[in-house]
């Protein structure tokens, strides 16, 4: 391979930064979804009762997650949003609510 101008050094690693960039998103993509907070589809009761309980998509409980409760029914894929016996709608596994029974 013969090139008429010599890589350069800083060229070399903007291109490699970029590229784990890159693999580092892929990587993260489909892990978890980004929101479950959609309730357009749920009845105005519905949408009190999670208010109610307090529902939130990242816990501020410490050690305390939607995944880890009994509560908890398992989304098809884990890019999706799951849901709960209890509350009706989008349940996000690192959510939260005062229902919370550990496993």
Known sequence: MNRAEPIVRRELLLGCSACLA?????????????????TSKL????????????YVDTTTEPGKVC????????????DQ???CKVLKGPIHPNGYCRV????
């Open 22 to 38: 890159l693999a580092a998103v892929a990587g993260c993509k489909g892990s978890t979804p980004s929101s479950c907070n959609d």
């Open 43 to 54: 009845s105005p009761e519905d949408i009190n009762s999670r208010n109610a309980l307090g």
């Open 67 to 78: 995944l880890k409760c009994q509560q908890y029914v398992p989304a098809a894929s884990a």
């Open 81 to 83: 949003c799951a849901g």
């Open 100 to 103: 919370y029974v550990a496993t």
